[in-house]
């Protein structure tokens, strides 16, 4: 596609929460099906797009069900009869979700799913972190993760395009912060209804259940035989969506001028020491790698955007001239090692990279505030291992009273 025409008129500023720019970008899309439960923080995603259905500006057929479970079993059902397919959950409504999730993804359906990130019970939290995504990282589903409102309605645009892609036809999860960035009101450039109808085209599925001249099943019993070999095709997928994420994100780019890859390395290529981080902590931690380079440290910081499938060698590239790095996950493992995103970083780096000090930070759990001071900490605690060669504990909490 060439969008250069395109591009000098797409120039729409407005100040939109994420939730606001989320279903804006929804009704932009125009899906032939959305079926969704209200849970906060995502409760405004449907219900926005509610009245975009009754004010006639979409053709959408909405399906308001009675819970998570049957929201995501209505869209495995639409998607397999060949409709363009979203939703919209947070915390507790995915996890009602995990029987349909495996389901989703091993069906090969395209469902896009906004997922507000927000702290899983018990106790009962309405608050960010990230336990809800980071418990379906296996489910089979594509993972991208926001720091901001421009990223999550940029990422959703072009989630349409991943999920239908003939190489992967996968379920995308876009991941962004309940509440810091759900309803933070924030400036936003926004594209034309018409241009985003030409950037994700129109849905023409090559296998559906509607399509009498090609009859299929959909979800029959696998048994040994087969079962296998279809586990294979899956991960296979995954392993090419790598390629067609950073193929639509230049597409997208042409577009709009806003490049994403599978990561943001922000001041990392002569930086010793780095922090990793996912989400709206990312833009904390900005202003702290801008202040401490200020000082003369070489400090850097990488936020993976792509979290499933997971770039490994990237990462690795990325990081491997640093002499330590800390990852912090806003989620914990509960396998007394260490968070999710560390193990994924310190897997990919183990026999690859060994020679980089790594150590872990268990951040904002239930939405605990993080602040520049304890970004700080992270790398004070860094430049002193660089110092004295000391790691001292890996797996670390900040931020809570021990």
């Known amino acids: 596609m060439n969008f250069k025409e395109g591009k000098l008129k797409m120039a729409i500023r407005n100040r939109l929460s994420g939730n606001e720019a989320i279903a804006l970008a929804m009704k932009q899309i125009n899906p032939d099906v959305v079926a969704a439960f209200p849970i906060t923080p995502s409760t ?8 975009y259905v009754a004010n006639g500006e979409v053709d959408t057929e909405f399906v308001a069900v009675e819970s998570e479970h049957s929201a995501m079993s209505a869209c495995i059902g639409a998607s397999a009869a060949g409709a363009r397919t979203m939703t919209a959950t947070s915390s507790q409504g995915l996890a009602l979700m995990w029987e349909m999730l495996y389901i989703a993804a091993s069906m090969r359906l395209p469902i896009v799913m906004a997922v507000i990130n927000r702290a899983l019970s018990g106790p009962i939290n309405i608050h960010n972190d990230h336990s809800d995504s980071m418990g379906a990282r296996d489910s089979g589903w594509i993972q991208i993760y926001c720091e901001n409102n421009q990223e999550a309605y940029d990422s959703l645009i ?22 810091i960035t759900s309803h933070a009101v924030e400036n936003i450039e926004l594209l034309e209804d018409e241009l985003v109808k030409k950037f994700v085209g129109e849905y ?27 586990k294979r095709q899956q991960a296979e997928a995954m392993r090419n969506a790598k390629k067609v994420v950073l193929e639509i994100a230049e597409e997208f780019a042409a577009l709009t001028g806003r490049k994403y890859g599978l990561f943001e390395a922000y001041k990392l290529d002569d930086a010793e020491v780095a922090i990793v981080v996912m989400n709206s902590t990312a833009g904390t931690a900005k202003a702290v790698v801008d202040e401490y380079r200020s000082k003369g440290y070489k400090v850097g910081l990488l936020k993976p955007r792509l979290f499933r499938p997971f770039p490994v060698d990237e990462i690795v590239g990325a990081l491997k001239h640093l002499k330590a790095v800390a990852i912090m996950d806003k989620s914990d493992g ?69």
């Open 334 to 402: 509960f396998n007394a090692a260490g968070g999710p995103l560390f193990t994924e970083i310190t897997s990919a780096l183990y026999g690859r990279a060994d020679g980089i000090k790594a150590i872990n930070y268990i951040y904002g759990l239930g939405g605990r505030d993080v602040k520049t001071d304890d970004i700080a900490k992270v790398y004070d605690r860094l430049l002193d291992i660089v110092k004295t060669g000391n790691v001292g504990e890996v797996y670390n909490y900040i931020g809570v009273r021990e």
């Open 158 to 179: 072009q989630a349409i395009r991943i999920a239908e892609h003939k190489d992967i036809r996968l379920p995308v999860m876009v991941c962004y912060d309940g509440f």
């Open 204 to 230: 023409n599925p090559e296998f559906y259940l509607l399509n009498e001249q090609n009859p299929i099943s959909m979800g029959p019993l696998d048994l040994p035989p087969y079962y296998f070999e279809h």
């Open 44 to 51: 405004e995603v449907p219900q926005y797009f509610s009245q």
